[in-house]
């Protein structure tokens, strides 16, 4: 686990981590995950926009150990196609309903809140595990 020191919708400050969180990075994790409390801070930020407006809504970053990490709306949001199928990264215009991919999952280590950044995450940057010296590296991967 690391430090995971703030979550910002855009340029401000969610109020979801005040460097009381940690975050896993899990591949065996398809969305993000939070604990309810912050996650519902995160979420509060999304509710002023509706599904034909994601391409406007702003980057969540994540700020971890001091380095931020974004993710575009087309990243953070899932839509429902007309024949249902849910669209992740790439949506159909006019959407009548889309979501966060997020889910609550309240888990804690001590008094620190847990985050798990499953595949939306992984699949925007690459991850390197030093196992031998306990260390996670996060590169954005070249377009």
């Not at 990490?69 to 024949?83: M, P």
């Not at 159909?92 to 979501?99: K, L, V």
């Not at 595949?119 to 390197?128: Q, R």
């Amino acid at each position: 686990m690391i430090n995971l020191d703030k979550v910002y919708f855009g340029e401000e400050d969610t109020g979801a981590c005040d460097g009381d969180c940690l975050v896993v990075i899990d591949s065996g994790t398809s969305v993000l995950s939070a604990p309810t409390e912050p996650l519902n801070k995160m979420s509060s930020f999304t509710e002023n926009y509706d599904c034909t407006q994601i391409s406007e809504m702003p980057d969540l970053v994540f700020e971890v150990d001091g380095e931020k990490y974004a993710l575009s709306s087309n990243e953070y949001i899932a839509t429902v196609s007309e024949d249902g199928e849910l669209e992740m990264y790439e949506h159909s215009e006019g959407s009548a309903e889309c979501a966060g991919v997020f889910i609550p999952m309240d888990l804690v280590a001590g008094d620190k809140k847990i985050f798990i950044l499953g595949d939306t995450f992984m699949s925007k940057f690459n991850i390197a595990f030093d196992y031998g010296n306990k260390k996670i590296g996060i590169a954005g991967r070249s377009q």
